[in-house]
């Protein structure tokens, strides 16, 4: 199974912070890796796919790269709405698996 | 709108069964990739199935031999099947449509339905 790892787990930041959440791959995974955003209560949100292809209608303060194992999510200006946690996921290969997840809090 | 919307769960005792199901709006389930995810109280996402567009499927071993993926295309509704439940299976669970051409990335999401096993 691949395993993803992200760091750190949570941080806390300020609104207008720049924030970058790591993302590891235990093997590569080529571009079948993706970010999600959850807020308690709501449906997981995708964000990014394909490494760093950004979703239609998700704000361009949210950019992301990386290849092989090691990918990052970048957040250039947080905003009130933006305090949630951050999942990576893999689909190149099953099991399909998340990243712990990053909590994103208010500083 | 293209909605996905949950409903089954509900409190259930150790070794018991339950159906979840995933009503479609406006796109079909047929001949998509569908998915399952839960999320355990305190803790974070888990995938748990995917059925293709072929009809196959595959599990997370958490759950294979115990949890079926399935879809009725009559009524657009995906559907999971848990049995012989443990308590760490309680758990919101989501069903997702997967995007082949995001890379097979989950596109669309359901509020989620909340399992709880317990005595």
């Known amino acids: 199974d691949i395993q993803l790892t992200q760091s750190p787990s949570s941080l806390s930041a300020s609104v207008g912070d720049r924030v970058t959440i790591t993302c590891r791959a235990s093997r590569s995974i080529a571009d079948y890796l993706h970010w999600y955003q959850h807020k308690p209560g709501k449906a997981p949100r995708l964000l990014i796919y394909?490494?760093?292809s950004l979703r239609s209608g998700v704000p361009t303060r949210f950019s992301a790269s990386g290849s092989g194992t090691d990918l990052t999510l970048t957040i250039s200006s947080l905003q009130p709405e933006d305090f949630a946690t951050y999942y990576c996921?893999?689909?190149?290969?099953?099991?399909?698996?998340f990243g712990q997840g990053t909590k994103v809090e208010i500083k | 709108e293209v909605q996905l919307v949950e409903s089954g769960g509900g409190l259930i005792q150790p070794g018991g069964s339950l159906r979840l199901s995933c009503a479609a709006s406006d796109f079909t389930v047929t001949g998509t990739y569908m998915s399952w995810v839960r999320q355990a109280p305190g803790k974070g996402l888990e995938w748990v199935a995917v059925i293709y567009n072929n009809d196959a499927t595959d599990y997370a071993d958490s759950v294979k031999g115990r949890f079926t993926i399935s879809r009725d295309n009559s009524k657009n509704t995906l559907y999971l099947q848990l049995n012989s439940l443990r308590v760490e299976d309680s758990a919101v669970y989501y069903c997702?449509?997967?995007?082949?051409?995001?890379?097979?990335?989950?596109?669309?999401w359901g509020q989620g339905t909340t399992v709880t096993v317990s005595s």
């Open positions: 394909a490494v760093s």
């Open positions: 997702a449509r997967v995007e082949p051409k995001t890379w097979y990335g989950m596109d669309v």
């Open positions: 996921q893999q689909t190149y290969s099953v099991p399909w698996t």
